[in-house]
């Protein structure tokens, strides 16, 4: 299974390094000298990581066959996908891959049904849960301790408080 773990930013400099935009919260796994990784358009990759180091609080990359800042510039918007086992868990028990929970039951804490996870958003302050319903809209829920309060993978189901207003009428 594919994780996307980077979104490739601007060029940064002239000798080909690139700013990235890091999606994954083990990156010196995933993101390390050598790490050969797929794309997102998959016609530019895979692409080998030569080298990486972070200025000004941004992580740098380098890859392999990329020498100058036009080069650079072309990976623009490009997507890094890992490779990562199907049951492999985040060392944190408090962490989840995407693919786990989407597709989860989602229900508030008194047990009203919903919906399911459609997709998790990835926002630069927080992510979303994106929570389909019946009816065929969707609810944003804030992926954070104090709304979600529990998560049971062998249950599948989420169970959310949400604050006052977050869901529609008739949903809480």
């Not at 990486?52 to 990359?61: A, E, I, T």
């Not at 890859?63 to 985040?90: I, K, M, S």
């Not at 804030?142 to 979600?148: A, D, N, Q, S, T």
């Amino acid at each position: 299974m594919q994780l996307v773990v980077a979104r490739i930013g601007r060029a940064h400099g002239i000798r080909g390094e690139v700013s990235v935009e890091v999606r994954t919260d083990e990156p010196e796994l995933r993101l390390a000298p050598g790490a050969v990784l797929d794309t997102d358009p998959a016609e530019i990759g895979p692409l080998t990581i030569e080298s990486g180091r972070v200025h000004s609080g941004r992580l740098l990359l380098r890859f392999v066959g990329v020498p100058d800042r036009g080069a650079a510039e072309a990976l623009r918007n490009t997507l890094l996908l890992a490779e990562v086992d199907p049951d492999e868990r985040p060392e944190d028990p408090e962490e989840y891959y995407d693919h786990q929970l989407v597709g989860l039951r989602v229900v508030t804490t008194d047990g009203a049904e919903i919906g399911e996870i459609g997709e998790i958003a990835h926002l630069p302050a927080q992510d979303l849960l994106i929570v389909t319903r019946p009816d065929g809209g969707e609810t944003m829920v804030p992926f954070v301790g104090e709304f979600v309060p529990e998560i049971d993978l062998t249950a599948r189901r989420v169970v959310i408080a949400p604050p006052a207003g977050l869901l529609d009428e008739g949903e809480s």
